[in-house]
């Protein structure tokens, strides 16, 4: 079992730039969910989807942001234009009703 | 809605120590409960969780939790602290499956754990 991959690991970008995140869940895992971690707000779900449809968006902080699951096996989180303040430690994790979240290495966004 | 409280950024402890990492929460039905950990630079790896079965859950690296529905509280435990328990611990609670917020995971600010010599 590969766990949830995430790419890039490090993303460094200049303010204004489209940023895009990377995430292929576990195999067989129905639900995926996007994380943000910073050191003000702590751990945020942005949004999370079920059967590659989104469920609760609630958490995508502003139009900038946007996420896709094309297909059960990708999903990607794409930030644009980006900002400063988009800095942080994006986690994807994913998850089954037999089996509980289990989280990817994270994505350390910084933009300049 | 579900929330959760942690009670403590910070617990320093030294090495051989009792650990005591206090998590309250608040939800309208009943929860699922989890404890995670996060070493520096890395993901969130699942300590156990309380699943409505046993209210003492026994997990990874010698912790346990007990739920206390008439405390609201899941508070993680290790008699004896090491140097290695030294993370950011996190407590975070969601729906039973079948629930309308089953999987979403609401999570506390964080503890910070450090152990001393």
């Known amino acids: 079992d590969a766990g949830v991959i995430q790419s890039p690991r490090h993303e460094v970008t200049e303010m204004g730039q489209e940023v895009t995140l990377r995430c292929k869940p576990i195999?067989?895992?129905?639900?995926l969910f996007w994380y943000r971690q910073t050191m003000m707000r702590g751990l945020e779900l942005l949004i999370y989807f079920n059967n590659n449809v989104p469920i609760d968006d609630s958490g995508m902080p502003e139009d900038r942001f946007s996420a896709k699951m094309p297909n059960a096996s990708f999903s990607t989180l794409k930030i644009q234009p980006s900002e400063p303040r988009d800095s942080a430690v994006y986690f994807c994790a994913s998850s089954s009703e037999a089996a509980l979240e289990s989280f990817g290495p994270g994505t350390r966004l910084t933009v300049t | 809605a579900q929330s959760v409280t942690q009670l403590g950024s910070h617990v320093s402890v030294s090495e051989g120590a009792l650990v005591l990492l206090r998590c309250n929460y608040s939800s309208s039905v009943p929860p699922y409960l989890f404890w995670y950990v996060q070493y520096p630079n890395q993901g969130l790896q699942l300590l156990l969780k309380y699943t409505s079965a046993a209210t003492l859950v026994k997990g990874i690296n010698g912790f346990e939790a007990e739920f206390k529905k008439s405390e609201t509280s899941f508070h993680l435990t290790k008699p004896s602290a090491h140097m290695s328990d030294a993370a950011e611990y996190f407590c975070a609670v969601s729906d039973l499956p079948g629930g309308t917020s089953y999987g979403k995971l609401t999570f506390g600010q964080g503890t910070i754990l450090t152990v001393h010599p």
């Open positions: 195999s067989g895992h129905d639900y």
